[in-house]
């Protein structure tokens, strides 16, 4: 354990940050998740708006940080063609 007040508090921030990201991840994956159960399922009209609410969530993670802009770009790629594939 640390023992210098700085070291302390990074410990602390780190935790912090990294419960953050998890949170966001988690629910970046939850979203991705329903798209492909709506596509499992043929519902195209699920499917479009699971998908629109994936695309803001892994936007927003995105701006945040949590997600390289390339990697969530590729994310949202990747399921919009698979929506357009049912479509």
């Known amino acids: 354990m640390a023992n210098i007040k700085s070291a ?7 935790k912090t940050k990294a419960d953050r990201n998890k949170a966001i991840k988690s629910g970046v994956k939850t979203a991705i998740k329903k798209v492909y159960a709506a ?30 802009k390339n990697n969530a770009a590729r994310k949202v790629s990747r399921l919009t063609k698979a929506v357009n594939k049912i479509a």
């Not at 302390?8 to 780190?14: A, D, E, H």
């Open 39 to 68: 596509i499992e399922a043929n519902d195209v009209e699920a499917a479009k708006e699971a998908l629109k609410g994936a695309t803001v969530a892994i936007d927003k993670a995105a701006t945040k940080g949590v997600y390289h």
């Open 8 to 14: 302390k508090k990074r410990i602390l921030v780190n």
